[in-house]
């Protein structure tokens, strides 16, 4: 029952890491954003 375990586990963990690196190349491939935007936003975040 162990290995059956192991082996799903396994399973899904790699597959879920692929599924989430197939997602982010979707959404932020080809984005324009530069470096600075990425500051503005994340101090506009933080000061909410």
């Known amino acids: ?3 059956i375990k ?3 586990l396994s ?3 790699t597959y ?8 982010w ?3 932020w491939k080809y984005r324009n954003t530069s470096h600075a ?3 503005k936003g994340y101090n ?3 000061t909410k």
């Open 1 to 3: 029952m162990e290995k």
């Open 6 to 8: 192991d082996f799903l």
């Open 44 to 46: 506009k975040w933080k």
């Open 11 to 13: 399973l899904i963990e």
């Open 16 to 23: 879920s890491s692929k599924l989430s690196c197939w997602a």
């Open 25 to 27: 190349d979707k959404r």
């Open 37 to 39: 935007d990425w500051i």
